[in-house]
């Protein structure tokens, strides 16, 4: 009769695959190469890192990513007086360049003000794990986000001309 537990290290001195599902049994070791078996019995699946690098890539394939090219927290209020910090963000990209200004407006919210150039009315999408807000961009290409709650944030530029260029995406950043 099969073991339900897979033992890597004897698939692997039997020259054999290991099975495509857990629970394995593997040997972890220390510095001092002290060994001991453990049980792993809910693993990540096999393939599932690779599947979601092989996602990221192909959603990026009509994106282009906009590097943070700086970040400054300065003072807000007259001369500094309030604890609370405005910070300033800049991404560019070789279509656009965006800056981020967030303005704390309550102790769980802030206002995000940005500017997109070129970003005349170019559709800004602030996402925040599933929760997609959108602005449009005036003129001058500026935009305004209300009430944003502190979260991991990026966001999403897609210009007026599609045939102009590409969406820009920024990488996450805590807000």
Do not use: C
């Not at 599932?48 to 192909?58: F, K, N, S, W």
């Not at 200004?101 to 602030?126: C, F, M, N, Q, Y």
Request: aromatic fraction near 4%; avoid cysteine.
């Amino acid at each position: 009769m099969t073991s339900p537990i897979e033992d890597v290290q004897d698939a692997a001195r039997d020259g054999r695959a290991v099975r495509d599902h857990g629970p394995y049994r593997i040997a972890i070791g220390n510095d001092k190469l002290d060994y001991h078996q453990v049980v792993i019995d809910d693993p990540v699946p096999t393939g599932l890192v690779e599947d979601i690098v092989t996602a990221i890539a192909i959603d990026s394939l009509d994106a282009e990513i906009a590097e943070l090219q700086s970040q400054l927290l300065e003072p807000a209020g007259a001369r500094g007086t309030q604890s609370s910090q405005v910070q300033s963000l800049t991404f560019s990209s070789s279509s656009l360049t965006l800056l981020i200004k967030v303005t704390p407006s309550s102790p769980d919210h802030v206002r995000i003000d940005g500017w997109a150039a070129p970003g005349a009315g170019a559709v800004v999408e602030l996402v925040q794990n599933a929760t997609v807000t959108r602005a449009v961009a005036d003129q001058d290409g500026q935009f305004v986000f209300d009430e944003v709650a502190h979260a991991s944030t990026r966001f999403v530029v897609h210009p007026v001309d599609p045939d102009r260029t590409r969406i820009v995406k920024t990488p996450d950043v805590t807000i």
